[in-house]
């Protein structure tokens, strides 16, 4: 079974400046997708980024960018030029590549708190 | 932007009764999930649902739970008899195609007292 990691249950960030949140997952297949969800207080679960495992290009959207590393099993977010509204909780998610497997594993998330 | 929509927003309900939590997936979308989080803790999977018919479930998803997709537009998750345990935060979420992302309703609060 796959499974995804957050070690770091809290991170904090200087407005304006640039954090970076650590996954780490275990799957023996090839074929799959790691996402981002952002869940601010009102606990809408938000879709931030996504990365196909096929594709060696790391996904970038506006100041969110990841760094997906592979062989490594590692997937982390870099926000650059944080913004108070970036304060919620972030969640790692895996998802097979097989049509069957369409289920979101998810990670244990890290609390983000961005400091004005 | 097409959304997916839950209601209630927040169910109180009393242990042993039956609760009916609803979804309105995005229209044209064609998988269907439900997902929940116990306060504090990760989001788990519970079921999916693809043409007209439950495609995988966890372990969680015992017999106490059922999914239905009783038109062409809602997506049902029901609880039986209600354990305390099953106070948490309900998520829906639908996806268009095979390579799609799953979107997320805004959540439905269970609290079974």
């Known amino acids: 079974a796959q499974t995804v990691t957050q070690s770091q249950p809290e991170m904090s960030v200087q407005e304006a400046e640039t954090v970076t949140l650590s996954c780490t997952y275990d799957?023996?297949?090839?074929?799959?997708?790691l996402f981002w969800y952002k869940q601010p207080p009102s606990r809408q679960m938000i879709l931030v980024i996504r990365q196909e495992a096929y594709k060696q290009q790391n996904a970038t959207e506006n100041r969110f960018s990841v760094n997906f590393q592979k062989a490594a099993k590692s997937f982390s977010l870099k926000i650059s030029d944080s913004q108070l509204g970036d304060a919620a909780m972030y969640f790692c998610?895996?998802?097979?590549?097989?049509?069957?497997?369409?289920?979101?594993?998810f990670g244990e998330g890290t609390q983000l708190t961005v400091n004005p | 932007e097409p959304e997916v929509t839950q209601t209630p927003s927040h169910q109180v309900t009393q242990m042993g009764q039956e609760v009916i939590l609803r979804c309105v997936p995005i229209?044209?979308?064609?998988?269907f999930y439900w997902y929940r989080q116990i306060l504090g803790q990760k989001v788990e999977f519970l079921v999916s649902?693809?043409?007209?018919?439950?495609?995988?479930k966890s372990e969680i998803f015992d017999d106490q739970f059922s999914v239905e997709r009783p038109d062409g537009s809602n997506f049902t998750l029901k609880i039986r008899s209600t354990k305390l345990e099953d106070s948490a935060m309900y998520f829906c979420?639908?996806?268009?195609?095979?390579?799609?992302?799953?979107?997320f309703g805004p959540g439905t609060r269970l609290t079974v007292l």
């Open positions: 649902f693809y043409n007209n018919e439950i495609s995988e």
């Open positions: 979420a639908s996806r268009r195609g095979s390579y799609n992302e799953q979107f």
């Open positions: 229209s044209n979308h064609l998988y």
């Open positions: 998610a895996y998802r097979s590549g097989k049509t069957s497997g369409s289920r979101l594993t």
């Open positions: 799957t023996s297949e090839s074929d799959y997708y």
